[in-house]
């Protein structure tokens, strides 16, 4: 194999040897795929899916992160790109879809498979926060006047088609398409064949509303242990299936995207292989409300400047002073947001995580101060510099557990969203509050600090 | 339902109402338990799960998060802890008895069911990110000598044991116990009753060795839609399974391990219910590195004490190019982690990885250099200051962006832990150089910033 993925799938494509190419990407890891599309720019994306059978391009699409997936639909052409959409399952097409600008969106979905695209619409129409958008419409449904037999005939005539399906459950819907009952596969094999569907379904089965929060959802799969739920409309129509993977892979992006929001990844996952206007833009975005929140706390420094005159040697612990204070305080916004994604913590008990992380901020706050007032004290010989030094990270520690413990969940239960907004409030706050005891401290001591 | 489902809890385990209580608890969602469960001090949670049947007790530790399941198992006798290990499945009680201290892992594993036992010692064997950490012992496996039938009466007459195993494969062993070939569930319900397994099985079927790393089981389950694969020693006997959610899981388990550790929230998961002594300790263990490494990299400001002696002004603006580098360059780092664990970057592609930060850090430290020297400039009157704070910012992006893409590679590549260590050493190699760069640029210009 070659060192480099990508120059052999653009090699291949450009010989225009599908078959070869689609054997090539078939023997890639999905790592390894992932890796080559990343190194290819827009026109050589498109190429190698244009060479591709859309079935396969589809696998490829499949198997790629998301934010690749989304890139490489964007690249090709309306036809190309309708023809590889018609292939792929119900969820993913709306999730691409719904990233595809207005015109291209609109084009695509009219040059699909109209039973496709009425599919996709219908998703489309969801966030990815609730059961219709991360829901599959792809399941089987039987009317109720089956017997086990005819279902089990009509599983063997199908079994191609159907075992993309990860066929668990059968569904039995009646004559105006109510879910009415379900059949385990389990049960089709243990039941007789004459026996009628109705008489081995389990009736009145569990289901979830389309609109129904993906939190509900994995509250859901925590409590019943099935590998699908079926997804109602508000008149009881069976519409598609939730699966417990699918809950489970939407919690973990939406982890992964809190995570990246709280370091400033904003709108959106980056990759390398995006424009460097988009990359630059989106975290220009974050960081100039940071830099204009830094320049408002260090406003307070240019309220002591007379002190600071006197003593020079406490800008040296200024910086110690606000980075040391922003780390206490995002282990406590770290264990908040942990603790409220756990449900161990509710958004409402502020007093409650304000007491827990008190007492441990008083701990660390004692023993960071000490450090840093012995290293006030070698630096300049001074031990009222020291004690001035280490006091005010002691006392900024407290403050920065207690604002990193609790904006969380202030932020949470007042809708907004705590990863995005914790850490700059957080620094801000900090920032100007260990400025300011620092400062106004040695105010206070400047007959001892500046002898 | 009381507005505190822990004071229901206790009061239930007290009252010694098993059957109500095991009620409650059942009635609960999850994360109602894992709230309650949080509440209750060490001896309560003893009380509430000894008042309970073992089976129940079981239920209840599957449904918390790890780290409260660990806590719950410690805090038991050990004939208690016993009974309830030896009712949950073989992956958790190797995690959970990995969690407690040695004498007491001991003593728990001679009081269980020494079959039971057996498996745990096996599993506790591997850690966690290796097949053998992350399977199950519960699978089905038939000689090679049976019919489809004899499957499908077995099926039958211990469906209700089966139930629990999550069956989609029925394996297929020969005398020896190697593992000879796989029958999915869909194929014994096709298949004619009288046909023998072999006929039907898929022979030779794909297998993993017991010491797979979890990042190639992930890969396989990328190339393959199973929804589980066996396990098998050296010799080729079949002693597990591992199933796609236990590789997802894991995967998400390290993902979010990985963002806390970034953090400061290092030596495992924090819960705000665990002792502040152990709370405490782990942050400072993280902390007092950090403090040491702020203290080195401040110790450049000390180098210029002459120079800021007589243009206070700069104090103002050192926190700001300090923090604002932190900012650029950890979004570098989340990047670069993001990428790595997506695969599309090798631990090797440093240039690759400096080329595409580069760039972004020149547009982006244009823009953050502009805005902080007019800030400079509207504070103290002064273009020169203005311009030195700007210019220092900068460049200390460019810094702090390549810093921040490069060494979550590097410390990959030499086998170390990009989460733990690329924070301290990014915050302090950008605090030193920003703080030189600003510092050197206006002791060469001091006389245009101190007129």
Redesign the interface.
């Known amino acids: 194999m070659s060192e480099k993925p990508w120059e052999t799938m653009i090699d291949l494509a450009r010989k225009a040897s599908r078959e070869r190419l689609e054997e090539y990407v078939d023997s890639l890891?999905?790592?390894?795929t992932?890796?080559a599309?990343?190194r290819l720019d827009v026109e050589e994306r498109r190429e190698v899916l244009a060479a591709m059978a859309p079935e396969a391009a589809a696998e490829l699409i499949e198997?790629v992160?998301d934010a690749?997936s989304a890139e490489l639909i964007e690249s090709l052409e309306t036809a190309e790109a309708a023809a590889i959409l018609n292939v792929l399952p119900s969820a993913d097409q709306a999730d691409l879809i719904a990233e595809l600008e207005d015109p291209q969106a609109e084009a695509v979905l009219a040059a699909m498979d109209p039973e496709e695209a009425r599919g996709a619409r219908l998703l489309g129409q969801y966030p990815p926060d609730v059961a219709g958008g991360i829901m599959v419409t792809e399941f089987l449904a039987f009317p109720e006047d089956r017997a086990i037999g005819e279902v089990?005939d009509e599983?063997?005539r199908n079994?191609m088609q159907y075992?993309d399906y990860d066929?668990q459950y059968v569904y039995i819907t009646s004559a105006a398409g109510e879910l009415v009952g379900v059949l385990r596969?389990?049960d089709?094999?243990?039941a007789g064949a004459e026996r009628k569907v109705t008489e081995v379904m389990l009736s009145s089965p569990l289901s979830v509303r389309i609109d129904t929060p993906l939190q509900s959802l994995v509250?859901f799969f925590?409590?019943h242990a099935f590998f699908g739920v079926p997804v109602v409309l508000e008149d009881g129509r069976l519409v598609g299936v939730v699966k417990?993977?699918a809950t489970?892979?939407a919690m973990?992006e939406q982890?992964?995207g809190d995570?990246?929001k709280?370091?400033?990844?904003v709108g959106g996952?980056?990759?390398?292989?995006m424009s460097?206007l988009i990359?630059?833009r989106r975290?220009?975005s974050?960081?100039?409300v940071?830099?204009?929140l830094?320049?408002a706390?260090?406003?307070v420094?240019?309220l002591y400047?007379d002190t600071?005159?006197q003593v020079?040697?406490?800008?040296?612990?200024?910086?110690?002073i606000?980075?040391?204070s922003?780390?206490?305080g995002?282990?406590a916004?770290?264990?908040s947001m942990?603790?409220l994604s756990?449900?161990?913590?509710?958004p409402f008990e502020v007093l409650h995580?304000a007491a827990?992380?008190g007492?441990?901020g008083v701990?660390?706050g004692m023993?960071?101060g000490v450090?840093?007032s012995l290293?006030g004290l070698l630096?300049t010989g001074n031990p009222y510099l020291g004690a001035v030094v280490g006091a005010a990270l002691a006392m900024n520690t407290v403050v920065a557990v207690l604002i990193g413990g609790t904006v969380p969940l202030l932020l949470r239960s007042r809708g907004l969203d705590p990863a995005l907004a914790s850490g700059p409030i957080l620094?801000t706050v900090t920032?100007m509050c260990g400025?300011f005891l620092t400062l106004s401290m040695a105010s206070l001591l400047l007959e001892r600090l500046a002898a």
Not at 29 to 32: K, N, P, W
Not at 262 to 265: A, L, P, Q, S, T
Not at 342 to 346: E, I, N, R, S, T
């Open positions: 890891s999905s790592a390894d992932a890796w599309i990343e198997e992160p690749q089990l599983l063997r079994a075992s066929v596969l389990r089709v094999v243990l509250e925590n409590d417990r993977s489970r892979q973990t982890e992964v995570h990246l709280v370091v400033g990844i996952e980056e990759l390398r292989s460097t990359r630059s975290r220009l974050w960081l100039s940071n830099i204009l830094n320049i706390a260090a406003s420094i240019a400047q600071l005159a020079i040697a406490l800008a040296v612990f200024l910086p110690i606000s980075d040391m922003g780390c206490s995002n282990q916004v770290a264990v942990r603790e756990l449900g161990v913590v509710k995580v827990k992380e007492i441990v701990v660390n023993v960071l450090l840093l290293a630096y620094t920032d400025f």
